[in-house]
């Protein structure tokens, strides 16, 4: 008697149920982005065109960057607050070393950045998991360390990038001039660091020990070296977000990085990961990078008062989380 | 049985042999010393009452935790496991009482997480006549089929040593028996089987040998078919006797207590066909000045009930009367209104443990304050001093609740109700992992308390505290009462048939 069995293996068709319940949020806030950009076309006077779609790239890059490896280490579990001062640091080595090179040695140099960015972001897990200090206090430490670490390299604005490293950034499209590179650029990199790892045992695990720590380790996920790795992810984006603040901008700053810590724990938030860990994509962040920066593009052509513009920007926040929050709850009673 | 499963080791050499193993968290010893010796193509039990080491052995044979002394040999092979993972390559298949799948992922990606073979599994569940669709998310599989599948995922691996810890402790009856079919199967290709359960009938009926441990030391390796339940219930419980002369020594206060009890007070609390979660249909009643006593092995419903009657759980089905007043509780604060007031056995969990003595015997009687009004501190100090005082609460560390002693802790709790009032209390284990001195004074205080006319309702996993303690029992088994046992014929053996279900006494 097979009175316990479920329903059967479903035979290549997709149940469109279970994906809206699985991945809800992400298209939700797929739609929030969409409506927004429409909105922002119509809001603008001049005619709307590739430079506009070219300038939200430059702007949402180092968000999405950042966000990416914020969300790694939240739906691992933890928590990283010192990428702002890592973005700022490798903002200010790239400006400050970058301006004499060409172009192939600006790429290798960026590269070897990256790999330094995932290196500190190991030597924070590894402090974290080896003392025993709660996350975010170590990252808070960090935030402090790394900060003091960019304002000596570099103690004010200044610097410069190659042009056409900055160009891949502001300038470059791939195909259509509708096409910012900053975008395939950003696809790409998910593709290569985050689509190669996820279904992979590292990838589970990192979803495993975010979702229950000790049923992981139960289930033999070696949990202290994939809080580690979690990371290094973390280091390597923010690394990459500073390398995109430096292409955007052209200079260095001690300081460009610092509103980024808390932006990126927003765009996390917004993008449908929960903060307890185990849940939620990278998709959904990238494209609540979007919807933040684009909501303050829209507040800017309306003429908001800037002060205003944070109030509503922290408003819709809470409020997307807080409806995201009752779906969920709601889902719950009706099983 | 053959002994085929010994690969290159000497025939002779026991599939698994520990000896020795200690384990001590902290100050309090967990595992004292035990030996455990299980041979090819057996199914080996592992027995005991609470808290006499079984999880803790568990745990150090598939290295959850390391031992602090002593030796595992696997084949003859002395082995040392720092981690689950490392545990499987020795041959060794935990199933743990709590399934090892992680519920944000779906099925197979729990099973590629720990490098199963996902065909392999499913062929195992298959043939335990089962069938679940693997991209469901884990969290979305019934607990029963979540352990069928942590126990497909051990066979897949084909273990020497497969390890069921309380497996059957959640699984309908037509899955328990496929589960033992399972187990022969194991024995029959030549593996082994520990089985870690309460259920002594399920001993019987599968085990050759089963070992007993008690106050963390293997007392005995039995073959519990020749002895039957009646000789494992006695290794352990141990010796008795001296048992009862301390049990003798105590009774006297408590039933010198007794004599001043008003006879046949009012029903204080009446629950009638009450249903939720594992709880399935209890019914009773507990009058004023009376202790009921409410014993139940692990997970047989106690853990919901009593969160029911606190209002910290929905209720199922059923009615619960309290004072005369039918009772609906949604929130703690519904049945402390109704006078249902609950002492849980976290202390921690029950007190704001940074703050003082004081606030937390006073925060109860905030619910009854005018709400916005200042808060009378003279009144509010005097019901505490007095609260105190009737407990004997230790106040040197008065300034962090913290700081106190476990059992002074759990003093706070009972005093805060004291201090702002009640006529039914629900104590949930509230002696556990306290010492034997303020052990007593508990026990003193509850008949003190039934005495002054509350009516108290009493879980405990001691079960010497029952005959001392409480005037009636009621043994809990499958989320139903099984039997009532007046307070002084609550002796251990009855009280642990009982609890097994094994007695089919009047309810």
Redesign the interface.
């Known amino acids: 008697?097979?009175?316990?069995?479920?329903?059967?293996?479903?035979s290549g068709r997709i149940d469109w149920r279970r994906v809206v319940r699985?991945h809800g949020w992400t298209i939700g806030i797929v739609v929030l982005l969409v409506a927004f950009a429409l909105y922002w076309r119509s809001s603008t006077s001049v005619p709307w065109g590739p430079f506009d779609v070219q300038s939200l790239a430059i702007d949402a890059l180092p968000l999405a960057f950042v966000a990416m490896g914020q969300a790694v280490v939240i739906i691992s579990g933890g928590v990283d607050l010192s990428v702002g001062s890592l973005m700022s640091l490798v903002n200010v080595l790239a400006a400050k070393e970058m301006a004499h090179m060409g172009y192939t040695s600006a790429i290798l140099y960026a590269l070897g950045l990256v790999v330094l960015g995932a290196l500190i972001g190991s030597v924070t897990g590894a402090v974290i998991v080896v003392t025993g200090v709660a996350d975010i206090i170590v990252t808070l430490a960090g935030l402090f360390v790394l900060g003091g670490c960019a304002l000596a390299v570099l103690q004010v604005p200044g610097g410069a990038a190659p042009l056409r490293f900055q160009s891949l950034v502001t300038l470059d499209t791939v195909g259509t001039r509708w096409l910012p590179s900053a975008f395939v650029i950003l696809l790409g990199v998910y593709a290569l660091l985050w689509l190669t790892v996820r279904?992979r045992?590292l990838g589970?695990?990192l979803?495993?020990i975010?979702?229950?720590r000790?049923?992981?380790?139960?289930?033999?996920?070696?949990v202290a070296r994939t809080r580690i790795v979690a990371y290094a992810f973390s280091g390597a984006f923010a690394a990459l977000g500073g390398l995109a603040l430096t292409a955007a901008s052209g200079i260095g700053d001690p300081n460009s990085g610092s509103i980024y810590t808390l932006n990126s724990v927003a765009a996390v938030v917004l993008g449908g990961v929960s903060l307890l860990g185990?849940?939620g994509g990278l998709i959904g962040p990238i494209a609540a990078a979007l919807v933040l920066t684009l909501v303050k593009t829209v507040m800017i052509i309306k003429g908001v008062n800037q002060n205003w513009a944070q109030v509503i920007q922290g408003s819709l926040i809470v409020i997307v989380v807080m409806i995201g929050g009752l779906a969920i709850r709601q889902k719950g009673k009706t099983g | 049985m053959t002994s085929g499963g010994g690969g290159d080791a000497a025939p002779a050499s026991p599939l698994l042999h520990a000896e020795g193993l200690r384990k001590s968290y902290g100050p309090v010893i967990a595992l004292r010393s035990a030996d455990l010796r299980v041979e090819p193509g057996e199914a080996h039990a592992l027995l005991g009452a609470n808290g006499a080491g079984k999880s803790t052995l568990v745990k150090l044979l598939t290295g959850?935790v390391r031992p602090d002394a002593g030796t595992i040999a696997v084949h003859g092979r002395p082995v040392r496991a720092a981690?689950?993972?490392e545990a499987?390559r020795f041959g060794l298949a935990?199933v743990?009482q709590?399934?090892?799948?992680?519920?944000?992922?779906t099925v197979a990606?729990?099973l590629?997480?720990?490098?199963a073979d996902v065909d392999a599994v499913r062929t195992r569940l298959r043939a335990l006549?089962?069938?679940?669709?693997?991209?469901?998310?884990a969290s979305d599989?019934?607990l029963?089929?979540l352990r069928?599948l942590d126990l497909a995922r051990a066979l897949s691996r084909d273990p020497s040593l497969l390890i069921l810890d309380e497996i059957t402790a959640a699984l309908?009856s037509?899955?328990a028996e496929r589960v033992f079919a399972v187990m022969r199967e194991q024995c029959d290709r030549g593996g082994s089987v520990l089985f870690i359960t309460h259920r002594l009938k399920e001993v019987i009926a599968t085990c050759a040998r089963a070992t007993i441990l008690r106050d963390g030391g293997a007392v005995a390796t039995i073959a519990p078919r020749e002895g039957g339940e009646s000789e494992i219930v006695s290794h352990m419980l141990g010796d008795q006797a001296v048992a009862a002369e301390v049990a003798k020594a105590e009774r006297v206060t408590v039933r010198e207590a007794e004599a001043e009890r008003p006879a046949d007070g009012e029903v204080a609390l009446a629950v009638s066909d009450l249903r939720g979660g594992a709880v399935d249909g209890v019914s009773f009643e507990v009058r004023r000045g009376e202790v009921l006593g409410i014993a139940a092995l692990d997970g047989q419903g106690q853990d919901e009930l009593f969160a029911m009657l606190a209002g910290e759980q929905g209720v199922g089905g059923g009615t619960v009367v309290a004072g005369g007043k039918p009772l609906k509780a949604r929130h703690p604060f519904d049945a402390i209104r109704a006078g249902v007031v609950y002492v849980p056995a976290d202390r921690l969990h029950a007190l704001l443990p940074q703050r003082s003595v004081r606030e937390n015997i006073a925060a109860p009687r905030y619910n009854r304050l005018r709400r916005w009004g200042p808060i009378n501190m003279a009144d509010e100090g005097r019901r505490v001093a007095r609260a105190i005082d009737a407990l004997q609460v230790d106040t040197r560390a008065q300034r962090q609740v913290r700081r106190l002693s476990g059992g002074n802790q759990q003093k706070v709790t009972i005093a805060r109700w004291l201090a702002s009032g009640f006529d039914t209390m629900l104590c949930f284990d509230p002696t556990r992992g306290i010492d034997v001195g303020t052990k007593r004074q508990v026990y003193a205080l509850l008949r003190d308390l039934a005495a002054e006319g509350s009516a108290i309702l009493l879980f405990s996993s001691e079960l010497a505290e029952f005959p001392l303690v409480c005037d009636r029992v009621l043994t809990l088994y499958g989320g139903r009462v099984t039997a009532e046992i007046p307070g002084a014929a609550a002796d251990e053996a009855t009280l642990l048939e009982a609890m097994h279900g094994l007695s089919e006494g009047a309810a």
């Open positions: 008697m097979t009175s316990t069995s479920l329903r059967p293996p479903l699985r279904r045992r589970l695990a979803y495993a975010g979702s229950n000790d049923r992981a380790y139960l289930a033999g996920v070696k185990g849940v | 959850v981690s689950p993972a499987a935990p743990f709590d399934p090892a799948l992680v519920p944000d992922l990606q729990n590629r997480l720990t490098g006549d089962l069938d679940l669709d693997f991209t469901e998310l599989v019934p029963p089929l069928m309908p037509d899955l």
